[in-house]
């Protein structure tokens, strides 16, 4: 057959047709859309030097002068001429840093999107009664303490302790220290970072108002007289709904993201075309 | 090339599918929690008396979390409010996985991020806010996904491309990130209990070289919308006169630098930031504006240098030998770049009377990036959110170079400010922090007592009225020493271990002075040990060994003391001559953070950092000047 012959049934075929009205699409797009031109142009219009003068002035309590204000523009102009050319050579691709800030942008837009409510009464108790080791407030001591190096004979610890029995000056008895003679409503954990472990178990046994002892802790030997306890406690919703309100949301703003996330990977058919064993370190 | 519709499209499938997680319209959170639920701080019914001798309080006022562009982008999911709960001793998820929690709370806290405006966008979902009944808002709660989602991403592009719509340039409705940083502090402050300030961190970095404040707000009763940025000026004299312009409307605030090792010379430099040198008004501001250095964190410590203090057998410690630079590019300049140079630099400008501006009282701090301040030796959890992952902190992370995990591997672990105050508030902490009543420590909650005095009796340590006597007679750490008719000064220590930490080996004092001559001198002074070692002929006390097994990575409480006190005279101190003092507390050797690791992870141990360190705390100087 002649070549010239070829070419009628080849002009009726659709996928030509198709590919001609894509061509058309494709110029009639670079035509009608500039930015997709390489960028030559940069336009610096009104509100946005009226928002750089904001801005200043928010922070500087005056108005930026022209001045100020042109070297700002400048420090823009610098930012955007050298932001395209690293587009153009594909520096803005694969970057983590730009991956991590899109993510978060997404992330921002879709703790917005998942709209909720501020919890009710019942799902913060409920939350309340789940959790509620996270809230139980740690139970309280006081006491008054006097301090004997390790070294000190348990002899002249006695004599000590039956003189504060009598009603001596207990801050006369003992010898210095930092720590404190006594403590008021301390929490357990509290009096765990001052005094050790040790003493602060002890602690809990020891009997009320009367001098006992020695206690070990830490730093040495202590007399000890504890004047009252409080229990653990966990407070009633109304005394701690913000602290609870805050860590729910916290859970629910989490729980959604991973919703969300697993959402969307069920669009994408992921493949991993490796072998995990091959790449990790061998121990 | 540009493709705006593809966008759109994702956008638009990414919406479609959140929808599908929505059963009704309903006004959007704002990201922090919505000012509906906060409630008033609980006030403390009984606040304790304060307390006239000062009670001593530890924290950290240098943390970052999730909402700081750099601690978000290593990998940081953690909040202002995560990071108040971690200090009160709560579990919070650390963002490499497994949840971190400190083992004994801390008594104050401040977020210092780095402050980004992107909170417009969170007001306009915020119905309490003007900025919900704008045109702008409309789009972003329309009950259509589709329109929500694109006025969302469409504003986001415009505010990065530093586009403002004309409808929000009403100066009532800028808000920002720091907005909300402000109402976590104050969400979490209890007064009597757990003090947080507000605060942020100027993060200036001329050409990588670290000139880094964290500015700290006494309260929020009087604050600026906008906080300084570098980006502003890296400039610390414009960043001192935007705090002097906040003071004329209402705000109490101070600086606090950090990191002269990073700073190639260029922080206690005596040039101004356009190299002329600097003057009487230059050094009145500053030393005006930064009552405070931070002298220890995880990028290093920076008291002193050993080609600074050749006979300092301490003055290695923690060493982070880096400038800011991505390529690890070491400093040249020495000079500037630490504390103990910089004291004796600042009474030579005083010399001269042009006044002090290196005039610093000193705290510890982190600088974490990942909520956690991780003072903690044994439960460090890193600077960065992949450090939670013990393993990551070891090794690095798989594919980063060589340079970078080394560099890693010599970060430290937190250290902590020690506060003398009268009571856990913010007025009470701020103001000791002010009048530098405060010490540092490399992690461990080692308490210090400093004191200096020409009327009191090197005995007067042992009177159980010590502290009272010494506050009457004396001047705490952080203060300055009147001219005492030419009798030599004394000055009183004390100091008691952490429980959780090591025994204390020593107590020393630095003594640093200028000569008739103007000449710079420093020496120190052993003034307090445990056990019965004498000083040696070449004038040192001999090193306490070593009780740590590297491979269960433990210690014993063999050698050292829980506690030690003493009373020094300066046995060459000249009435004539400016001087500075300031106590420095060292532990036994115990297991470096890595060691830790190494054990737990069953893993080879590090070879390029140390194994074990001697954990110690600095106090403020005490100052003498002759006039």
């Given at each position: 057959?002649?070549?010239?012959l070829?070419?009628?049934?080849?002009?009726?075929?659709?996928?030509l047709?198709?590919?001609?009205?894509?061509?058309?699409?494709?110029?009639?797009?670079?035509?009608?859309?500039?930015?997709?031109r390489?960028?030559?142009?940069?336009?610096?219009?009104?509100?946005?030097?009226?928002?750089?003068?904001l801005?200043?002035?928010?922070?500087?309590?005056r108005?930026?002068?022209?001045?100020e204000?042109?070297?700002?523009?400048?420090?823009?102009?610098?930012?955007?001429?050298l932001?395209?050319?690293?587009?153009?050579?594909?520096?803005?691709?694969?970057?983590?840093?730009?991956?991590?800030?899109?993510?978060?942008?997404?992330?921002?837009?879709?703790?917005?999107?998942?709209?909720?409510?501020?919890?009710?009464?019942?799902?913060?108790?409920?939350?309340?009664?789940?959790n509620?080791?996270?809230?139980?407030?740690?139970?309280?001591?006081?006491?008054?303490?006097?301090?004997?190096?390790?070294?000190t004979?348990?002899?002249?610890?006695?004599?000590?302790?039956?003189?504060?029995?009598?009603g001596?000056?207990?801050?006369?008895?003992?010898?210095?220290?930092?720590?404190?003679?006594?403590?008021?409503?301390?929490?357990?954990d509290?009096?765990?970072?001052?005094?050790?472990?040790?003493?602060?178990?002890?602690?809990?046994?020891l009997?009320?108002?009367?001098?006992?002892g020695?206690?070990?802790?830490?730093?040495?030997?202590?007399?000890v007289?504890v004047?009252?306890?409080?229990?653990a406690?966990?407070?009633p919703l109304?005394?701690?709904?913000?602290?609870?309100?805050?860590?729910?949301?916290?859970?629910?703003?989490?729980?959604?993201l991973?919703e969300?996330?697993?959402?969307?990977?069920?669009?994408?058919?992921?493949?991993?075309?490796?072998?995990?064993?091959?790449s990790?370190?061998?121990? | 090339m540009?493709q705006?519709?593809?966008?759109?499209?994702?956008?638009?499938?990414?919406?479609?599918?959140?929808i599908?997680?929505?059963?009704?319209?309903?006004?959007?959170?704002?990201?922090?929690?919505?000012?509906?639920?906060?409630?008033?701080?609980?006030?403390?019914?009984?606040l304790?008396?304060?307390n006239?001798?000062?009670?001593?309080?530890?924290?950290a006022?240098h943390?970052?979390?999730?909402?700081?562009f750099?601690?978000?982008?290593?990998?940081?999911?953690?909040?202002?409010?995560?990071?108040?709960a971690?200090?009160?001793?709560?579990?919070?998820?650390?963002?490499?996985?497994?949840?971190i929690q400190?083992?004994?709370?801390?008594?104050?806290?401040?977020?210092?991020?780095h402050?980004?405006?992107?909170?417009?966008?969170?007001?306009?979902?915020?119905p309490?806010s003007?900025?919900?009944?704008?045109?702008?808002?409309?789009?972003?709660?329309s009950?259509?996904?589709?329109?929500?989602?694109?006025?969302?991403?469409?504003?986001?592009?415009?505010?990065?491309?530093?586009?403002?719509?004309p409808?929000?340039?009403?100066?009532?409705?800028?808000r920002?990130?720091?907005?909300?940083?402000?109402?976590?502090?104050?969400?979490?402050?209890?007064?009597?209990?757990?003090?947080?300030?507000a605060?942020?961190e100027?993060?200036?970095?001329?050409?990588?070289?670290?000139?880094?404040?964290?500015v700290?707000?006494?309260?929020?009763?009087?604050?600026?919308?906008?906080?300084?940025?570098?980006?502003?000026?890296?400039?610390?004299?414009?960043?001192?006169?935007?705090?002097?312009?906040?003071?004329?409307?209402?705000?109490?605030?101070?600086?606090?630098?950090?990191?002269?090792?990073?700073?190639?010379?260029?922080?206690?430099?005596?040039?101004?930031?356009?190299?002329?040198?600097?003057?009487?008004?230059?050094n009145?501001?500053?030393?005006?504006?930064?009552?405070?250095?931070?002298?220890?964190?995880?990028?290093?410590?920076?008291?002193?240098?050993?080609?600074?203090?050749?006979?300092?057998?301490?003055?290695?410690?923690?060493?982070?030998?880096?400038?800011?630079s991505?390529?690890?590019?070491?400093?040249?300049?020495?000079?500037?770049?630490?504390?103990?140079?910089?004291?004796?630099?600042g009474?030579?400008?005083?010399?001269?009377?042009?006044?002090?501006?290196?005039k610093?009282?000193?705290?510890?701090?982190?600088?974490?990036?990942?909520?956690?301040?991780?003072?903690?030796?044994?439960?460090?959890?890193?600077?960065?959110?992949?450090?939670?992952?013990?393993?990551?902190r070891?090794?690095?992370?798989?594919?980063?170079?060589a340079?970078?995990?080394?560099?890693?591997?010599?970060?430290?672990?937190?250290?902590?400010?020690?506060?003398?105050?009268?009571?856990?508030?913010?007025?009470?902490?701020?103001?000791a922090?002010?009048?530098?009543?405060?010490?540092?420590?490399?992690?461990?909650?080692?308490?210090?007592?400093?004191?200096?005095?020409?009327?009191?009796?090197?005995?007067?340590?042992?009177s159980?009225?010590?502290?009272k006597?010494?506050?009457?007679?004396?001047?705490?750490?952080?203060?300055?020493?009147?001219?005492g008719?030419?009798?030599?000064?004394t000055?009183?220590?004390?100091?008691?271990?952490?429980?959780k930490?090591?025994?204390?080996?020593?107590?020393?004092?630095?003594?640093?002075?200028?000569?008739?001559?103007?000449?710079?001198?420093?020496?120190?002074?052993?003034?307090?040990w445990?056990?019965?070692?004498?000083?040696?002929?070449?004038?040192?006390?001999?090193?306490?060994?070593s009780?740590v097994?590297?491979?269960?990575?433990?210690?014993?409480?063999?050698?050292?003391?829980?506690?030690?006190?003493?009373?020094?005279?300066?046995?060459?101190?000249?009435?004539?001559?400016?001087?500075?003092?300031?106590a420095?507390?060292?532990?036994?050797?115990t297991?470096?953070?890595?060691?830790?690791?190494?054990?737990?992870?069953?893993?080879?141990?590090?070879?390029k950092?140390?194994?074990?360190?001697?954990e110690?705390?600095?106090?403020?100087?005490?100052?003498?000047?002759?006039?």
């Open positions: 057959m002649e070549p010239g070829r070419f009628k049934p080849l002009l009726r075929e659709p996928v047709h198709f590919l001609l009205i894509g061509l058309l699409l494709f110029v009639a797009y670079g035509w009608l859309t500039p930015a997709a390489s960028g030559e142009r940069i336009v610096v219009t009104q509100p946005m030097v009226d928002g750089m003068a801005e200043y002035r928010t922070r500087w309590s108005p930026p002068s022209e001045q204000l042109a070297r700002l523009v400048d420090a823009y102009v610098r930012d955007e001429i932001y395209r050319e690293g587009v153009a050579l594909g520096l803005d691709r694969d970057d983590p840093v730009v991956k991590r800030r899109v993510r978060q942008k997404l992330e921002v837009i879709a703790e917005e999107q998942l709209a909720r409510e501020a919890p009710t009464d019942a799902d913060l108790a409920a939350y309340l009664q789940k509620a080791k996270r809230f139980t407030q740690p139970g309280t001591v006081s006491f008054e303490q006097i301090f004997f190096d390790a070294a004979p348990a002899a002249q610890i006695e004599a000590a302790r039956a003189a504060a029995l009598r001596s000056d207990p801050a006369r008895l003992g010898q210095p220290t930092m720590l404190p003679p006594g403590v008021s409503n301390a929490r357990g509290l009096v765990t970072r001052d005094f050790g472990l040790e003493f602060a178990a002890e602690l809990e046994k009997p009320l108002d009367t001098w006992v020695p206690v070990a802790s830490a730093f040495g030997q202590h007399l007289r004047s009252s306890r409080t229990a406690l966990l407070p109304a005394d701690i709904r913000a602290a609870v309100a805050r860590e729910w949301e916290s859970e629910r703003r989490t729980a959604s991973a969300n996330d697993k959402a969307l990977r069920q669009r994408y058919e992921v493949v991993i075309d490796a072998k995990l064993s091959t990790a370190a061998v121990r | 540009n705006p519709r593809l966008n759109l499209r994702l956008a638009a499938s990414v919406c479609s599918v959140l599908a997680g929505c059963s009704k319209k309903e006004a959007p959170v704002a990201l922090a929690p919505p000012a509906a639920t906060v409630a008033p701080t609980e006030v403390a019914a009984s304790p008396p304060p006239p001798e000062n009670n001593v309080y530890f924290g006022v943390v970052h979390t999730g909402w700081s750099d601690a978000f982008t290593n990998g940081s999911k953690t909040t202002p409010s995560d990071a108040y971690w200090a009160q001793g709560k579990a919070i998820t650390g963002s490499g996985g497994p949840e400190l083992k004994t709370p801390l008594d104050f806290y401040m977020v210092s991020d402050a980004e405006f992107m909170g417009v966008f969170n007001q306009m979902a915020n309490d003007p900025l919900s009944k704008t045109e702008l808002a409309k789009g972003v709660t009950p259509d996904a589709n329109v929500r989602i694109q006025t969302f991403a469409g504003i986001l592009r415009d505010m990065s491309a530093g586009k403002r719509d409808q929000l340039t009403d100066p009532a409705l800028a920002s990130v720091w907005s909300q940083i402000v109402k976590a502090a104050d969400a979490s402050y209890t007064p009597g209990k757990f003090t947080t300030f605060g942020f100027w993060t200036s970095n001329p050409q990588q070289r670290n000139l880094h404040r964290v700290v707000f006494r309260d929020t009763a009087k604050l600026p919308d906008l906080v300084l940025s570098a980006l502003d000026s890296d400039d610390p004299e414009v960043l001192w006169k935007w705090m002097s312009d906040q003071r004329a409307k209402g705000s109490t605030l101070f600086a606090i630098p950090h990191n002269g090792n990073a700073s190639d010379g260029r922080m206690f430099e005596t040039v101004k930031f356009d190299g002329k040198p600097i003057d009487a008004a230059y009145k501001t500053r030393a005006e504006n930064e009552p405070l250095y931070e002298i220890t964190q995880i990028k290093g410590t920076s008291e002193t240098h050993p080609s600074l203090s050749p006979t300092d057998e301490f003055a290695s410690f923690e060493m982070w030998d880096y400038t800011l991505a390529d690890f590019q070491r400093p040249t300049h020495r000079k500037g770049s630490f504390a103990r140079k910089a004291l004796l630099d009474m030579s400008q005083s010399a001269t009377g042009a006044g002090n501006p290196f610093y009282g000193f705290i510890g701090d982190t600088d974490t990036h990942n909520a956690a301040a991780s003072h903690e030796e044994f439960n460090f959890t890193g600077k960065f959110a992949f450090e939670n992952n013990a393993k990551e070891l090794t690095g992370v798989p594919g980063s170079p340079g970078q995990i080394q560099q890693i591997q010599e970060f430290s672990s937190g250290g902590l400010a020690g506060v003398w105050a009268a009571q856990n508030t913010r007025e009470a902490i701020f103001d922090m002010q009048r530098k009543e405060t010490f540092a420590t490399s992690g461990p909650m080692i308490k210090v007592r400093f004191f200096g005095s020409f009327d009191l009796a090197v005995d007067d340590v042992k159980p009225d010590f502290v006597l010494a506050y009457a007679k004396g001047v705490p750490m952080g203060g300055d020493l009147k001219p008719a030419g009798k030599a000064p000055f009183l220590v004390m100091a008691s271990k952490d429980p930490s090591g025994n204390l080996d020593r107590i020393q004092i630095v003594k640093g002075w200028l000569d008739a001559a103007g000449k710079q001198h420093e020496k120190i002074y052993d003034v307090a445990s056990g019965d070692r004498k000083i040696g002929a070449n004038g040192k006390l001999p090193a306490l060994g009780t097994d590297l491979k269960t990575a433990t210690y014993t409480d063999a050698t050292g003391t829980a506690q030690l006190a003493s009373g020094w005279t300066d046995p060459d101190f000249k009435p004539g001559e400016r001087a500075f003092y300031y420095r507390v060292l532990e036994i050797p297991p470096r953070w890595n060691t830790y690791d190494a054990v737990r992870q069953n893993m080879a141990p590090l070879t950092v140390p194994a074990t360190l001697q110690r705390a600095w106090s403020s100087p005490i100052w003498y000047s002759p006039s």
